[in-house]
């Protein structure tokens, strides 16, 4: 059975950070590019960052770049997001996809219909 699990969310004061965990069953993850997406109440989803297969080539949103980093370990099959300098607007429910391996040569790396693969979402609320 595939799936994807994902953890770590939690509450945070602004500017603390948290680091979600992507793991995957039931398929090798290192065959697909792995995308982070979130989504706010009354907002649409949107694509915050995403690795290719091999955690050669990645992309961040402008507003979390700086602040948010992207890994794999290919070997745990688990991709990493650490997010750092957390601000309210972070505030979300956080998903991991997983999506064709050379998706990230594309330019539809952040297109959520590319994505074979969700997780349940995991909540992110930066408060104090």
């Known amino acids: 059975q595939v799936q994807l699990v994902e953890s770590g969310g939690g509450l945070v004061q602004p500017g603390g950070s948290l680091t979600l965990s992507c793991t995957a069953s039931?398929?090798?993850?290192?065959?697909?590019?792995i995308g982070w997406f979130r989504q706010a109440p009354g907002k649409e989803r949107e694509g915050v960052s995403c690795?290719?297969?091999?955690?050669?080539?990645?992309y961040y949103l402008d507003s979390v770049k700086g602040r948010f980093t992207i890994t794999r370990d290919n070997a745990k099959n688990t991709v990493f997001l650490q997010m750092n300098s957390l601000k309210s607007e972070d505030t979300a429910v956080y998903y991991c996809?997983?999506?064709?391996?050379?998706?990230?040569?594309?330019?539809?790396?952040?297109?959520?219909?590319?994505?074979?693969?969700w997780g349940q979402g995991t909540q992110v609320t930066v408060s104090s």
């Open positions: 690795i290719s297969h091999s955690g050669g080539r990645l």
């Open positions: 039931g398929f090798t993850s290192d065959n697909y590019a």
């Open positions: 996809a997983a999506g064709n391996r050379d998706l990230l040569y594309t330019t539809n790396y952040y297109n959520a219909g590319q994505y074979d693969y």
